[in-house]
């Protein structure tokens, strides 16, 4: 049983560590974990640096990478200052190794390297440079690495959020965010299909599908992939199989209500019916004041309050990700 700040941790049992997570991997052994989303302000940062602290309580090396490049704030939410090394001397190859930019972030267990506000060019990372972070990222020695992806649908955001094993999406039940979460998650599909694809005509249809003012018409996954099979069924067949394939998770943050909670179920289903993709959505976290509280001390919440349902709401979505378990109306609040 594991402590931190006098806090035991027995809520993750051995069947939970060791369960696979459906990803045809077996061990969690360098499991990726990417928390995205379309819009900013939604508390990706304040999720992930929490997620990492539950998941290094097991005793499981946990890496947490600001990948929100121009923009990183993760190491101000885990109440370090700014370090001395960012993954922009990675970028710049002022190092060799992304792990010569790893440092300690004074939680046992529980590594950072941190983003690169401090090189605003690197938020503009050519293909070559994010390439080589990608390979390196994939070679580190870790038990979890999880990504803090920026706001929006860049490139760069999207590869990162599918080189992951596991893509959450953060969401808040505000219209801007719901229809930005609908709007990332058509992308990151629609690139991931055009990096399976090599037929040039196919890979075309997908870049103008992308805008949804396309002169097809087609405003869904679900209309592209019938599309498609009308030109070549086997790439039709072969998307078919993709979508089953794509499930991202889904986080409710800052939920005040039943209707709020309920939220996360309306967008689970709207996307089933016209994107054709089942999400997982593992669970939502309470709206509290000792949040907000924790942010202004720059104290991760789960160390500083461990006792409130926030706190409980976040466990139970480590859980429900490392089981590979949606959560269900009937047992919720």
Partial sequence: MAKISGLEVNWMSSEVLNNNNGNGNGSF??????????????GKSLIISNLGICLSRTG??????????????????????FPSVTLSD??????????????????????????AEDYLEVANTNYAQKMRLLRQITFVDSDYILLDLGAGTTFN????????DSGIIVVTPEPTSIENAYRFIKSVFYRRLKKIVRHQGVREIIVEVMDRKNELGIKTPVELINYIGLINNDIGQRFKEEVLKFRPKLIMNNVRSR??????????STCLKY??????????????????????RRKPF????????????????????????????????
């Fill in 302 to 333: 789960l160390l500083e309050y461990p006792n409130t349902r926030p706190a409980k709401c976040l466990e139970r979505i480590t859980k429900n990700i490392i089981m590979n378990k949606d959560i269900e109306e009937e047992f919720i609040l």
């Fill in 60 to 81: 499981r090396d946990v890496l947490l990478v600001d990948a929100d490049l121009g923009g990183a704030n993760l190491h101000s939410c885990l109440g370090n200052s």
């Fill in 90 to 115: 990675f970028i710049r190859k002022k190092v060799s190794s992304i792990k010569d930019v790893t440092i300690d972030t004074g939680i046992p267990h529980l590594s950072l390297i941190s983003g």
């Fill in 157 to 164: 955001t999207l590869d990162f959020f599918l080189i992951a």
């Fill in 259 to 268: 209707a709020d909670i309920n939220v996360g179920f309306s967008i689970k």
């Fill in 29 to 42: 052994k360098g499991q990726i974990w990417a928390v995205g989303g379309g819009k900013g302000g939604t």
């Fill in 275 to 296: 994107f054709g993709i089942n999400i997982a959505y593992v669970g939502y976290i309470e709206y509290d004041e000792s949040v907000w509280q924790a942010v202004r």
